[in-house]
Every structure is written in C-alpha cells, then in structure tokens.
C-alpha cells in the first residue's frame, strides 16, 4: 500500500493565482482531513471529510474549499491565493467506525505565495 | 474551544538523561495522540490514548493519560540521539463523527552526546 499520497510537493504561486492540492489513500479509509503547518507551529485543521459527499470546516477553512467524491480523493483547492496561505499542507486518513484510530499523514505538500 | 498547551517548547539533553514532556488540553477530551516529526519530513505516529489511564511504551518512549487531569506525558528513558525530533500531542474532538486534531506547539528536542 502507497498510504496516503499527496502532489505536488513543491509549489510555488504567484498572488490571485488558485491551484488543487491533490490527496489519494489507499488505505479505504473514510475520514480524510488537510491541515496547515506554519513555520515553528503545529498542526491546524482546515477541513475534513467523514466519506464521499461529505464535508466539513475545520479551524482555518477560509480562502479553502474541499471536495469528496470518491473514498479515495479529498483534493484542496485554493482560490485567490495569498501570502498568509505560505504553508506546508498535509493531508491525513483514518479508519474505524468513528474515526478514533490513529491519522496517518501524507508527505506534505510545501506552497509558497509570492 | 479545543486548546492544547505542550511545555517545554524547546529540550535540550544529554545521552543517557531521562525526561518528560506535558500536554495539557482545555476541555474534555478522551483521547491523545503523540507524533513524531523529523526536519522536513511528515508526522508520524507514536501513541494513541484513548481512554484514563492508559498507558503505551515503545521502546524509550512512554505516553501515560490521565483525563481527569487533562493530562498527557511523553516520557524519554535513557535518551538517545536517535530521538532527537519534534514531538506532538494532539488531542482529539467531536465534530460530526470525525476525529479532527487539535494540535500542540510541539517540542523541540535536541539529544547530545
């Protein structure tokens, strides 16, 4: 099993520019979730997904939008990109009934907004 | 809210010393996730506490939970460098069924020679 994959890892935008972070699991996990990581900080979370079609604000959702159509992608797109959005992202699934099992995280995707 | 305070921030020790890093959280929250993170690199997970109590030992390391507290603790057994990292706690909350992650600050630990 890959785990969970995210693309790109390297990303950079120019201000007003929008772009799709991309999140696959194979791991047929139903809980899906992305957060951003600022420099010297921990983990916030920006949405997160309890299956396909079905979606959720996390901590941090604006300038964000998510998507699940499938068990296997949760993919993030930003619109209008701006520098505050300078982060590295992280995907992450769980399994279980309820979601209480450990997250596993993706690589991260590092973006800067210039 | 959902907050969670991790102390210290910043550890520096040497080989063989023994340590222990807290994590405190605001609200009720039975269950605690300790990460690790290496420099450029991805969370990867240590420990999930999912009730009082318990208590999870991997090699060096040992996580305890005490709820009633709101209370985590990492503990490092005769330190290696190997160890050396950034260690997260995470507590967890309701939101729809989901698990979302309340994160700490994490601890920013240096293990000498």
């Known amino acids: 099993n890959a785990g969970v994959t995210q693309t790109p890892k390297f990303r950079i935008l120019k201000i007003g520019q929008s772009m799709t972070l991309q999140c696959a699991q194979d791991?047929?996990?139903?809980?899906m979730y992305w957060y951003r990581q600022d420099p010297g900080m921990g983990l916030k979370l920006i949405y997160y997904?309890?299956?396909?079609?079905?979606?959720d604000k996390g901590e941090v959702p604006n300038g964000y939008n998510v998507s699940r159509s499938t068990t296997e992608d949760f993919p993030l797109r930003l619109e209008l990109a701006a520098p505050s959005q300078t982060s590295v992202y992280f995907c992450a699934s769980s399994g279980g009934l309820a979601g209480y099992n450990e997250q596993f995280f993706g690589p991260g995707t590092r973006l800067t907004v210039l | 809210e959902l907050k969670v305070e991790q102390n210290p921030l910043f550890l520096s020790m040497q080989e063989g010393k023994n340590y222990t890093i807290y994590c405190n959280y605001s609200?009720?929250?039975?269950?605690l996730y300790w990460y690790r993170q290496d420099p450029g690199k991805s969370l990867e997970s240590l420990f999930v506490?999912?009730?009082?109590?318990a208590v999870k030992q991997e090699g060096r390391l040992m996580a305890s939970l005490d709820t009633k507290a709101r209370l985590s603790t990492l503990h490092i057994t005769a330190a290696v460098h190997d160890l050396s990292a950034t260690y997260f706690c995470a507590a967890g909350y309701s939101g729809g069924g989901a698990d979302g992650l309340t994160f700490g600050k994490g601890t920013h630990l240096i293990i000498q020679p």
């Open positions: 506490l999912l009730s009082n109590g």
């Open positions: 609200t009720t929250s039975d269950r």
């Open positions: 997904s309890v299956g396909a079609g079905i979606t």
């Open positions: 791991m047929n996990h139903n809980y």
